[in-house]
């Protein structure tokens, strides 16, 4: 009777085990990604990002966000604007040439999904939750969030204790099964 029950808790845990990494999803980055920001001294758009992305609303568990942001792809709009953002006394790009978020974990709201993790701008890490939704479409999709970051938190500026510390940030970015 062992014998044969030996191999049958085997393949049982082998097929378990297949199909579990079968369904977590990898996510290519398109083109077409948008990261949008607004404040009171300046709107543009970083124009560059990579990372990865694994991500399965039916498997949270094995979610995960590696992305990073180029900071000298700041525009502006405006070429002054965007060399003082790109500067020391901003961004520092030559310093610190990217803004990197790694999430810890994803959990479901009543609007869509949190991601919770470390974003580190500026040399300084801090834990983040960057709220988003996403829609599917087949072996598409969209990832959109909206959040606001205090700069004062990570040494962009002197705070003052108010509204214009904070950048609202606006980042869609579609995606592709790989």
Known sequence: MKKILYPAVALLVLVTA????????NWKINNGYSVKFEGKYAD???ESMKGTV??????LAATK???????????????L??????????????????IHFVSSEVV????????KGTLDMHGIKKPFTIPFTFTRNGDKG???????V?????????????????????????????
């Open 108 to 115: 479901k709201t009543a609007t869509g999904y949190d991601a």
């Open 142 to 148: 969209v990832f959109h969030g909206e959040f606001k």
């Open 65 to 79: 966000f590696d992305v990073l942001v180029d900071v000298a792809s700041i525009n502006t709009g405006n070429g």
């Open 44 to 46: 543009g758009v970083f």
């Open 54 to 59: 694994v991500f399965d609303e039916k498997d």
């Open 18 to 25: 297949a199909f579990t990494f079968i369904t977590t999803q």
């Open 81 to 98: 604007k965007n060399r003082h953002a790109r500067g020391e006394k901003w961004f520092d790009a030559e310093k610190y040439p990217y």
């Open 150 to 178: 205090n700069r004062g938190d990570f040494g962009i500026t002197t705070p003052r204790g108010d509204e214009s510390d904070y950048t609202r940030l606006t980042v869609t970015v579609p995606v592709t099964a790989k």
